[in-house]
């Protein structure tokens, strides 16, 4: 993948629910799920024994809904997979930007465990 690092959101602000980006890619994975690339994210990828965080991206100006069922770390690159509510993928356009919420209550059960 030939994409800037995805700037990580939080961890300038670990609490932090919501966020803006620049949609930068689709992606078809090898198991056929679609992955979006952002330039940032506020999504906490699967790790250290942590689940990812799920939720919701929305494209501005449209009616593009993404639901973010499982995120992903690769090579500094952060993967957003899930699938589009209702509308068609191939219409998207680079660089639009997206507003990113994460599910709060999945979030905090996740952050909990392990303490």
Same mark, same amino acid.
């Given at each position: 993948?030939?994409?800037?690092?995805?700037?990580?959101?939080?961890?300038?602000?670990?609490?932090?629910?919501?966020?803006?980006?620049?949609?930068?890619?689709?992606?078809?994975?090898?198991?056929?799920?679609?992955?979006?690339?952002?330039?940032?994210?506020?999504?906490?990828?699967?790790?250290?024994? &942590?689940?990812?965080?799920?939720?919701?991206?929305?494209?501005?100006?449209?009616?593009?809904?993404?639901?973010?069922?499982?995120?992903?770390?690769?090579?500094?690159?952060?993967?957003?997979?899930?699938?589009? &509510?209702?509308?068609?993928?191939?219409?998207?356009?680079?660089?639009?930007?997206?507003?990113?919420?994460?599910?709060?209550?999945?979030?905090?059960?996740?952050?909990? &465990?392990?303490?």
């Amino acid at each position: 993948m030939d994409y800037p690092p995805t700037k990580l959101d939080y961890h300038v602000d670990m609490f932090k629910l919501q966020s803006q980006a620049r949609f930068l890619s689709l992606l078809k994975a090898e198991d056929g799920r679609t992955a979006l690339i952002l330039d940032s994210t506020v999504f906490h990828p699967q790790g250290g024994g &942590q689940p990812s965080d799920t939720g919701l991206i929305e494209f501005a100006g449209s009616d593009f809904k993404f639901s973010v069922q499982d995120v992903r770390s690769k090579d500094g690159i952060v993967l957003h997979y899930g699938v589009f &509510q209702g509308s068609n993928p191939e219409d998207v356009e680079k660089g639009q930007q997206v507003h990113l919420l994460v599910d709060e209550p999945r979030r905090k059960l996740n952050s909990r &465990q392990g303490r």
